[in-house]
């Protein structure tokens, strides 16, 4: 699959997501990017704004295997990677997955249960693969996550650790539809269309499991000269001596920005990264990476404007 072609399947994925998340055309193309990089993303935003729907459009119009694990405070590690299973006939332990094993995994409310089964999904996000009882189990080949939060609950929710947060590529913040998108919620409504049945808006599954890992080999192809890697460096090593800033980017997010920035350059029917796909991947993949002190959080101050910042003082190459 050339960069052509994969531009245009990504572009037609976004425009049958579109027919679903109506007014959030940004959430989508940093879905898009995910998907086609091959990570993982976080999705956080208040109750109602689609973060699960836009989870469900988008492998319904991935044509991939998809599942959901609600988290709660009673769900045990064994409840989402599985459990051997003593059979009396044969004698032998058998192994049933847990619905981890799929393409697309929606982690819905994620910060609801506690690190020790939060932590289950560790491995599989970052090797593809679960192990059971010191047998390793592989993750299908595309195996995506997208996890949702909700950012103003705190009675009954649990923080993130550190490495589970660092393994998401992307940290999508879900804002309101500003007044025409919401306006055109409604209009959808009003037409007949059912979210609970996402047939009935006439969606068209347009790729399935090979393609889709044909996408990514073709983001992975696309190229990246050395001043653009030293650009997207730069940032990252900038995160470190951010004043307000706890604690810095890792290197895996120098190797995830490179990589997200490769599936920005598909989207626009680049086989090369500009400093621009950079710059408008930095965000989502460096916010949820660079915890502030208390004080500058008390006083108001966000990750984004501090990476905005960053990126305004970077010298970008020419």
Known sequence: MDVNEASDIADRLLAEMQKVIVGQDRILTEMVVTLLAGGHALLEGVPGTAKT???RAMSYVAGVHFRRIQ????????????????????GEFRF???PIFADIV???EINRAPAKTQSALLEAMEERQATVDGVPHAMAPIFTVFATQNPIEFEGTYPLPEAEVDRFMLKIVIEYPDEAGEAAILDHVEAGFDPTDLASARLEPLLDADRVRALRQTVRSVHVEESVRRYATRIVRGTRSLPP?????????AVMLLLAAKAQAVLAGRAFVTPDDVKATALPVLRHRIPLLSE???EGRTPDECLTNLLNATDVPR
């Open 296 to 298: 500058p959080e008390v």
């Open 96 to 98: 049933r997955e847990g």
């Open 106 to 108: 929606l982690a819905d």
């Open 245 to 253: 800033v706890s604690l810095g980017a890792s290197p895996r997010a």
């Open 71 to 90: 988290f709660t405070p009673d769900l045990m590690p064994s409840d989402i990677v599985g459990v051997n299973v003593y059979n009396t006939a044969t």
């Open 53 to 55: 729907l836009s989870a």
